[in-house]
């Protein structure tokens, strides 16, 4: 059989312009009418042509390139240079420029409030197609690395010892500069022993800012190269970085807000995410869902109270649901749920709780860090008689009890997601919330963030989010011509 092979000396000609680079149902089209439907000028990019000095790249190209880089996994500076040099539906976006990977970081440096509010003009682009309807948002969490190491954490009582430390290093250089002076033949530049004090104080300052910051905001540990990452575990152990959250719409699992943050778990963190959904979707959406997480009795009734027409529906189960939930079937488990809190009355008036079996316990101490009470049964010996002992409990004083000054609260909520439209909404919460991650982590390729501190992070989360977006954008118009002609007509006048 004959083998077919290439010619490099077969002389060829590209398509005469560089609009017929790309074929007219390419993605790269689609990505070039998104952006240019958006309001950059009051989004915050300068598009001043007439600034005095050398010619800027055009920030609206600058832009297109980040996004649709960012799309295909390539996020690095340099690997958005050689892009522009060779990938030609890359040449066709950028209209030829071939910008170097300098002037590239540094646009995504210098913009990152106005590339923060890329993804707010997307989801509104979306609202406008009518593919995000906003009534029932899903909220979640993820985590994902800073550029940063975890050896960069420093604790008090290191920041101090570095101190210490650069002090002495700082009087030595002092002493060896005045050496120097006495005679300079004997010993290094005087030039490099300048540049080392410099370089010392410069650090020295550094930790400080990091003590007082700490000791000001109460924390343990803080990093020196990424001040506003936190510190996670995960399966593959420590780790620095970001926690991120996004709100997700139910109708087509869109992202309609996304936001990164240090703290490092969820709890509190669904009203903040649910009033950027809002502040996006410019109304209150009527359902809020969200793993248990989220399950802080008060920031829940925040979200509930964001409407003051109608109550925000929440739907989000306690941490002790969803154990009870993980434990269903089994035997043993279902003997003692018969002994649960749940399973104790209690006596508002009394304030007293009253066992299965009838004895009363009464709150013998008050928890203030815990924000809660302590139930006890008075006679110790009343449990180790019972003949449920064993099973409701095997302390020596007996069974307790701790109700939570909230307790009215978190029952209410609880009540909240038993019900059945409750059910049919929660169930459809991993399929929308957690397919963004999914798709950013493993198809994208992201493990980590390249930029540093909340802006720059947010910037990137934005970016982000907006590919994952535009990737089912794609799907919901069939292709990249049906997204690009909904586009168009939308922009028209």
């Known amino acids: ?12 000609f590209l398509p005469p312009t560089v609009e017929d680079y790309v074929l007219e149902d390419a993605p790269v089209r689609a990505y070039d009418a998104l952006i240019d439907s958006m309001p950059l000028e009051e989004m915050g990019f300068d598009l001043n042509s007439s600034r005095v000095g050398n010619p800027r790249y055009n920030p609206v190209a600058m832009l297109k390139l980040l996004v649709y880089g960012y799309s295909y996994g390539v996020r690095s500076s340099r690997k958005l240079e050689r892009e522009c040099n060779y990938n030609l539906s890359f040449i066709w976006l950028m209209g030829g420029m071939k910008p170097d990977f300098k002037t590239i970081a540094e646009f995504r440096r210098n913009n990152k409030k106005a590339l923060k509010l890329v993804l707010q003009q997307t989801a509104r682009l979306c609202i406008n197609l009518g593919i995000i309807d906003g009534n029932i948002i899903f909220v979640d969490g993820t985590k994902i690395r800073a ?3 975890v050896e960069n954490f420093f604790t008090n009582e290191k920041c101090e010892k570095i101190i210490l430390k650069l002090d002495k290093r700082i009087d030595e250089i002092i002493s060896e500069a005045e050496k120097i002076d006495n005679n300079e033949s004997n010993f290094p530049s005087l030039v490099s022993v300048g540049a080392e004090l410099k ?6 300052s550094k930790v400080k800012n990091m003590l ?42 869109l992202i309609v807000s996304s936001d990164a943050v240090s703290q490092n778990n969820d709890y509190g963190l669904l009203s903040s995410q649910i009033e950027n959904a809002n502040e996006t979707l410019e109304e209150n959406c009527s359902c809020a869902c969200a793993d248990s997480g989220y399950a802080d009795s008060g920031d829940l009734k925040k979200v509930e109270n964001l409407n003051p027409k109608n109550k925000t529906k929440v739907v989000v189960p306690s941490q002790k649901q969803k154990n009870d939930e993980r434990v269903i079937g089994k035997k043993a488990a279902d003997e003692k749920m018969n002994f649960s809190k749940q399973c104790f ?10 066992c299965p079996e009838g004895h009363i316990l009464k709150c013998k101490r008050n928890r203030v860090k ?38 009215k609260e978190k029952k209410y909520f609880e009540a909240e997601y038993k019900k059945e439209d409750s059910q049919k909404i929660y169930r459809l919460r991993k399929m929308k919330a957690e397919l963004p991650f999914g798709h950013i982590k493993r198809n994208l390729g992201v493990t980590g963030f390249l930029m540093r501190g909340l802006d720059g ?22 292709g990249a011509k049906g997204l690009k002609d909904a586009i168009l007509a939308k922009a028209r006048p």
């Open 1 to 12: 059989m004959a083998l077919r092979s290439g010619n490099r000396e077969q002389g060829t």
């Open 147 to 149: 550029n940063a190491s």
């Open 199 to 204: 370089d010392k104080k410069k650090f020295r």
């Open 212 to 253: 007082k910051k700490m000791n000001d905001e109460g924390t343990e540990k803080l990093s020196h190269v990424d001040a506003d990452c936190a510190r996670f575990k995960s399966r593959q152990g420590f780790h620095a970085g970001y926690n991120v959250q996004s709100a997700v719409d139910e109708k087509h699992g």
């Open 345 to 354: 009355k209690f006596n508002e008036k009394e304030n007293t709780y009253t």
């Open 370 to 407: 815990r924000a809660s009470k302590e139930y006890r049964i008075e006679k110790a010996e009343i449990c180790r008689n019972c003949k449920h002992f064993g099973v409701c409990t095997t302390g020596k004083n007996g069974r307790t009890v701790e109700r939570f000054n909230n307790e």
């Open 457 to 478: 992070v947010n910037a990137e989360t934005s970016i982000l989010s907006t590919c994952f977006n535009i990737s089912r954008m794609l799907t919901i118009f069939g």
